[in-house]
Nanobody, 127 residues
Framework: QVQLVESGGGLVQAGGSLRLSCVASGRTFSIYTMSWFRQAPGKEREFVARITGNTWSDRITYYSDSVKGRFTVSRDNAKNTGYLQMSALKPEDTAVYYC?????????????????WGQGTQVTVSS
């Protein structure tokens, strides 16, 4: 089993930055892909970014169009931690952010792909 715990959320003004962390424990070798999703009130959970691969040579990142160029996803396997660096934040980025992990391959933008989820961390961007 794998446990994921997010941290780093908070309140920030538009244009500001935050870095979210996701610490994994347990059978962490099961996480080949770590992704970030977000869910705003009244909306479905949506894909934000993912990082696939356990070594620098095979690492792949992918972003949703809404965050491309502003967010950066990374991971430190030695620390069993994933990160989401968010810059140039906008009020529409306000949501609960979740990290998720999977050992499977497929449609990484689908929530059904993920076996492990964190509890979420709130990000609020004021205008």
């Amino acid at each position: 089993q794998v446990q994921l715990v997010e941290s780093g959320g908070g309140l920030v003004q538009a244009g500001g930055s935050l870095r979210l962390s996701c610490v994994a424990s347990g059978r962490t070798f099961s996480i080949y892909t770590m992704s970030w999703f977000r869910q705003a009130p009244g909306k479905e959970r949506e894909f934000v970014a993912r990082i696939t691969g356990n070594t620098w040579s095979d690492r792949i990142t992918y972003y949703s169009d809404s965050v491309k160029g502003r967010f950066t996803v990374s991971r430190d396997n030695a620390k069993n931690t994933g990160y989401l660096q968010m810059s140039a934040l906008k009020p529409e980025d306000t949501a609960v952010y979740y990290c998720a992990g999977t050992a499977r391959s497929g449609d990484y933008m689908a929530t059904e792909m993920y076996d492990f989820w964190g509890q979420g961390t709130q990000v609020t961007v004021s205008s």
